[in-house]
C-alpha cells in the first residue's frame, strides 16, 4: 500500500510565498517521476510542475519563473515552492508520483489526497 501524504497550503495574500512538502511512504520500490497538479473551481486539474528522478524539471508557463519543484530522493519527499502567488493560483493541489512497488511490478501513478491553497486579500 502507497501514501502520498501533502502539507502546506493555506491561505495568503497576493504576492505573497506558501511551500508545499508531499511525502510517499509505504510499499515502494523505485519512485520515477513526481509532480503537482491542481484543479481550481470549475476547472480541470492541470499540470504545475513535475520533476524526474534525475532532477529534470518542466513547468506550466503560468507559473514559471514563480515556482519552483524539488525532490530528496532519499526521502521520497516533493516540494513546491510557490512565490509572487496570484488569485489565479486558488486550487487544490494534488501531488503525483509515478512508481513501482516492486521491481516486477509495472509503473503506475498515484495521488494525494490534496491540499488547499487560496490566494485572496
Known amino acids: 500500500q502507497v501514501q502520498l501524504v501533502e502539507s502546506g497550503g493555506g491561505l495568503v495574500q497576493p504576492g505573497g510565498s506558501l511551500r508545499l512538502s508531499c511525502a510517499a511512504s509505504?510499499?515502494?520500490?523505485?519512485?520515477?517521476?513526481m509532480g503537482w497538479y491542481r484543479q481550481g473551481p470549475g476547472t480541470q486539474r492541470e499540470l504545475v510542475a513535475a520533476?524526474?528522478?534525475?532532477?529534470?524539471?518542466n513547468y506550466a508557463d503560468s507559473v514559471k519563473g514563480r515556482f519552483t519543484i524539488s525532490r530528496v530522493n532519499a526521502k521520497n519527499t516533493v516540494f513546491l515552492q510557490m512565490n509572487s502567488l496570484k488569485p489565479e493560483d486558488t486550487a487544490v493541489y494534488y501531488c503525483?508520483?509515478?512508481?513501482?512497488?516492486?521491481?516486477?511490478?509495472?509503473?503506475?501513478?498515484?495521488w494525494g489526497q490534496g491540499t488547499q491553497v487560496t490566494v485572496s486579500s
Open positions: 503525483n508520483a509515478r512508481l513501482k512497488t516492486a521491481y516486477w511490478s509495472s509503473w503506475y501513478a498515484y
Open positions: 509505504g510499499s515502494i520500490f523505485s519512485i520515477n517521476d
Open positions: 520533476i524526474t528522478s534525475g532532477g529534470i524539471t
